[in-house]
């Protein structure tokens, strides 16, 4: 099975991500971090300023085009990918599920605070709130599962995960 995390940027999709295939002793793929070696740059800010967002899009349309045929996967995606449904698309191959961790703004602003990394769409905390608020039908009908995030902890967030993977798998026996 191939399961994609979905979500706006401070939702913990990498860190989710990362127990749920340990659990499930699947691979784990950070699609950011595969941007930033397909395009050569050393943080999402060098993508920006070399092709800006348009050099991120399009690598992340090819990437999930490469993920079509994964099996045992759990891939990590950047919070923009629902702006090219294509790339849901890709994700839904081969038998592929989706799911959207759904954490309100100010839980993610406070996260967000605390991170280094460099988020060239989240510089501005009022555009950062109209893009979630954007964004969030999008993730919402892209999913085929949603996890409320708010005041968990990322391993009950990989039980819940794990106990739909668990259900969807019965279902399809
Ligand atoms: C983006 C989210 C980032 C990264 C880039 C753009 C977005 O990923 O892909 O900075 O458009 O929401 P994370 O969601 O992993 O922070």
Do not use: W
Request: net charge negative; proline share 3%; charged share 25%.
């Amino acid at each position: 099975m191939k399961i994609a995390l979905i979500g706006f940027m401070g939702t913990g999709k990498s860190s989710v991500a990362h127990l749920l295939a340990e659990s499930l002793s699947y691979s784990c793929i950070e699609m950011d971090e595969a941007v930033l070696a397909k395009t050569h740059c050393k943080d999402m800010a060098a993508v920006f300023a070399k092709g800006g967002e348009l050099l991120l899009r399009e690598t992340e349309i090819a990437l999930a085009r490469e993920y079509r045929t994964l099996e045992e996967t759990v891939i990590s995606t950047g919070g923009g990918v629902v702006l090219n449904k294509i790339i849901l698309d890709y994700l839904k191959e081969n038998g592929g599920i989706v799911l959207f961790l759904e954490t309100s703004f100010s839980e993610i602003q406070k996260r967000i605070e605390h991170d280094e990394t460099p988020r060239p769409l989240f510089q501005n905390p009022d555009q950062a709130r109209t893009l979630y608020e954007f964004r969030l039908p999008l993730y919402r009908n892209y999913a085929d599962f949603t996890i409320t995030t708010d005041g968990k902890t990322p391993e009950s967030i990989r039980d819940e995960i794990l106990d739909y993977v668990k259900s969807q798998r019965e279902l399809h026996q």
